[in-house]
């Protein structure tokens, strides 16, 4: 295809060189007449090479300029090159309304941020939910336009795993779950969905926990306070009457304990920091764990022992803590055989403080693990009754760990015990200045 347009060109090198030449011999001026046909063809060269510069130069342009001889092949490729970046471009345009006509449709608010955060684009519900303006707010920084600090240490902390829930700046009613999402060359994706009616329906649901739980502590009391009165006059109950008041008691005692427990959580959801927060001396805390456990422990002498670091202490909530870690030295009392060993042990290293309860009991098959921390969860519900579990120990040391950012782990084999661990970040970590004994 090339060929035609090079003969062109040699022809018309060609041409200017007889034409020179012809007129030198006219004028008898053979050199004069070469050079001024040389330079006619240099001219030729150089202006089309100028209408090149011109047209890559020019925004304007819209058609590559008329070649001669071989720069009619580049111009020729140079259009065609055009009209596919030009069919390209309108594709892309096309998709590019397609997309942001599918992001206008959704109910959930989408952002499109830049690598610094700043708004580059948002659809329609973010205005609803979030008062975002794609133009106005455009190239402003998402931090300032929500003036959150909870966003600002979400974004800054760059771990988009989870979500973050915040009430709507626009609506105080309304709430809302936001979740950023990484793409492409370091921008990322804000998406905002209604979470209004979930939120609400787990209020209601923890305000009728609650108050139920509430209300039940006073007939409760009064059932066991009869009955243990009852009890206490046993010479005078009629026969048979004995055995079926103990159970009423121990009914109205694990009754009692229930409530206590769902009161226990109900607090616990309502705020998402402990109140009345300072350095606990958790070896001593631990020893009045172990101090009950051995109580409760009565005539089945568990080996119970403790190893913990007397200078460790942890920022928090003493009656929170005391609650998680005595709650995981009763379970392994539950379920271990009598005379088994059950080991606490309190220890910090590069990754912060840590507390393990390991047992020699029963074991949790693999299967029930991820299920341990829901409420009212029984691996061995039979079991669980007879030792007086409530199935929500567990529950309170996932809140309590959560309120004090800290982590449970759960390693069992069944029929070879147990081990629980509880560990905390660096950050809620205290060296104490006064050892305590521990025991």
Avoid at 2 to 13: E, G
Avoid at 77 to 92: I, T
Avoid at 239 to 259: F, T
């Amino acid at each position: 295809m090339n060929r035609p347009v090079d003969s062109k060109a040699y022809a018309l090198l060609t041409g200017i060189i007889l034409v020179s030449l012809l007129t030198g011999l006219i004028i008898d001026q053979f050199l004069l007449a070469l050079c001024v046909g040389l330079a006619v063809a240099l001219g030729l060269e150089i202006r089309q090479r100028q209408q090149l510069t011109q047209w890559l130069d020019s925004r304007r342009a819209v058609s590559t300029p008329n070649g001669h001889g071989p720069w009619r092949n580049i111009f020729d490729q140079l259009h065609r090159r055009q009209e596919l970046n030009r069919r390209r471009e309108a594709q892309l345009l096309l998709q590019l309304q397609q997309f942001r006509d599918s992001a206008a449709a959704l109910p959930d608010a989408l952002v499109a941020m830049d690598a610094g955060g700043r708004l580059e684009w948002c659809n329609p519900a973010a205005a609803v939910y979030l008062g975002f303006r794609s133009t106005e707010d455009h190239g402003i920084q998402v931090e300032n336009l929500l003036r959150l600090p909870t966003f600002r240490s979400y974004f800054d902390a760059g771990d988009f795993s989870g979500s973050l829930s915040i009430t709507s700046p626009v609506n105080p009613n309304q709430q809302l779950d936001l979740r950023i999402v990484p793409y492409g060359d370091g921008a990322y994706l804000l998406m905002a969905h209604d979470v209004t009616r979930i939120h609400t329906l787990e209020q209601t649901r923890r305000d009728f926990v609650a108050n139920v739980s509430h209300e039940l502590r006073t007939p409760l009391t009064v059932v066991n306070g009869y009955v243990e009165a009852l009890i206490d006059q046993k010479e005078q109950a009629p026969d048979g009457w004995l055995p079926a008041l103990e159970s009423i008691d121990q009914q109205a005692g694990r009754m009692r304990s229930i409530v206590e427990d769902l009161l226990m959580i109900s607090r616990l959801e309502s705020d998402s920091e402990p109140h009345n927060q300072g350095t606990v001396a958790v070896a001593a805390l631990l020893q009045d764990a172990c101090r009950e456990a051995r109580t409760l422990s009565g005539d089945r002498t568990h080996q119970i022992s403790l190893e913990a670091d007397p200078l460790i202490g942890l920022l928090g909530n003493h009656q929170e803590l005391y609650s998680a870690f005595s709650n995981l030295l009763f379970n392994a009392v539950r379920y271990t055989p009598a005379r088994g060993e059950i080991r606490v042990r309190w220890h910090r290293d590069g990754d912060g403080a840590h507390c393990q309860v390991s047992d020699t009991g029963i074991g949790i098959a693999k299967t029930h693990l991820t299920r341990l921390t829901e409420r009212f969860f029984r691996v061995d519900i039979n079991r669980s009754r007879d030792t007086g579990g409530t199935g929500l120990g567990l529950a309170i040391v996932k809140h309590v760990l959560n309120r004090h950012d800290g982590v449970l782990q759960v390693n069992s084999e069944l029929q070879r015990g147990s081990t629980f661990s509880c560990h905390f970040p660096p950050a809620r970590v205290v060296t104490l200045d006064q050892p305590l004994q521990t025991g």
